[in-house]
């Protein structure tokens, strides 16, 4: 299951890497693969703090949940493949709301906003995590499979779902339109994340959910009305490549506060 998953996320990203340049959504500012070079090294910190910090406890209290039947779920003694299918979309609305918290609560914006401050947004941008964020999500990673009640199972599952979900919004890849508005409906979609990527605050805070589009509908915070040409993807204060340097992007969020 692991390295069918791995395939499949490499696989994902480099046919959209591809597309990208073949069928590019917005306008490429930077290089293309001087920024894909520059997300992957922060990615490669944020992926080693994940296997340092992240993976050693959710190993634990998932392998925990299944033993002891803790959690919400495990209350209703649900078939198993029912019970997964469940985790995995609360999995899917609890990351909802970590990501609303990371963009309204400042100390979380300091590291969340390394994410935003990509020029351009594609699909490399999708793994550009500060490692200190990935650090402090431990604990609601942690809070999210005792009260749902994940089993090692449904953890990987919701992981690789999530993996290829990522890539593919945060892509820069122009689908047909008419296609997408009916994509959109179900999950999210480049056009939609694009919006949310925008430098305007009020575009900014819309478009939240990472897998299904569901829970933006739910929280009245789906938009789909900004033309593409009209977003500028970033974040104020982060304009030229000068200012998104590997060395910038990892001490930025232990400055103070711009």
Do not use: C
């Not at 919004?169 to 939609?192: A, G, Y």
């Amino acid at each position: 299951m692991k390295w069918i998953s791995g395939i499949l996320t490499v696989g994902t990203f480099a046919v959209l890497y591809i597309f990208e340049k073949k069928r590019p959504l917005r306008k490429q500012i930077e290089n293309k693969e001087i920024s894909t070079v520059r997300n992957l090294a922060i990615a490669s910190a944020a992926g080693l703090a994940i296997g340092l910090f992240e993976k050693p406890v959710t190993d634990r209290l998932t392998k925990y949940v299944d033993s002891s039947d803790f959690g919400l779920l495990k209350l209703f003694k649900l078939p198993r493949f029912l019970e997964t299918a469940l985790a995995v979309v609360l999995l899917d609305y609890t990351l909802y709301i970590w990501h609303v918290l990371t963009h309204k609560i400042p100390f979380l914006w300091r590291f969340h906003k390394i994410h935003h401050a990509d020029l351009d947004l594609t699909a490399s941008t999708a793994i550009r995590f500060h490692f200190a964020e990935m650090t402090i999500s431990v604990v609601f990673r942690a809070g999210q499979i005792l009260l749902i009640g994940v089993s090692p199972k449904a953890l990987q599952i919701w992981q690789s779902l999530l993996f290829l979900s990522v890539f593919f919004h945060h892509s820069n890849v122009r689908l047909p339109k008419e296609f997408e508005e009916k994509l959109e409906k179900v999950i999210v979609t480049p056009r939609l994340h694009g919006i949310h990527h925008s430098e305007k605050k009020e575009e900014m805070d819309s478009n939240w959910s990472s897998g299904l589009s569901i829970w933006d509908y739910l929280h009245r915070t789906f938009r789909n009305d900004i033309p593409q040409h009209e977003i500028r993807i970033g974040v104020s204060g982060f304009d030229s490549e000068d200012d998104v340097t590997i060395r910038k992007m990892l001490i930025e969020p232990f400055k103070s506060e711009r």
